[in-house]
């Protein structure tokens, strides 16, 4: 926690972190299932905050060598593009096919 930061305000700032990665439109593909078998993350959200990414704008700025870095050294894959097509694919197999809508 912050200096002088409340449990309330703990619980506030992570909602609106959450929140603004879900503007991301890749988000969804990462289920917590995933995310827990191929990485040391619950979620995909405690993984972009590692990152250093918590919105758009954070996102854009993120030096590709370096996120490359953390994928290989903490989860399961070689780079993000391998996690990121593993997911939408896994996604795909799992609502796509079945004919769900999201």
Request: net charge negative; proline share 1%; aromatic share 12%.
């Amino acid at each position: 926690m912050h200096a002088r930061e409340t449990i309330l305000d703990k619980i506030s700032r992570e909602c609106l972190i959450r929140k603004n990665l879900k503007d991301i439109p890749f988000i969804h593909y990462f289920s917590n299932d995933f995310m827990e078998r191929n990485t040391q993350y619950f979620c995909i959200e405690d993984f972009m905050k590692a990152i250093g990414v918590v919105n758009l704008e954070t996102l854009n700025q993120v030096d590709k060598e370096s996120w490359n870095s953390v994928v290989n050294q903490t989860t399961v894959f070689e780079n993000w593009d391998q996690m990121l097509s593993d997911a939408g694919s896994e996604y795909y197999q799992l609502h796509m096919q079945k004919g769900l809508v999201i």
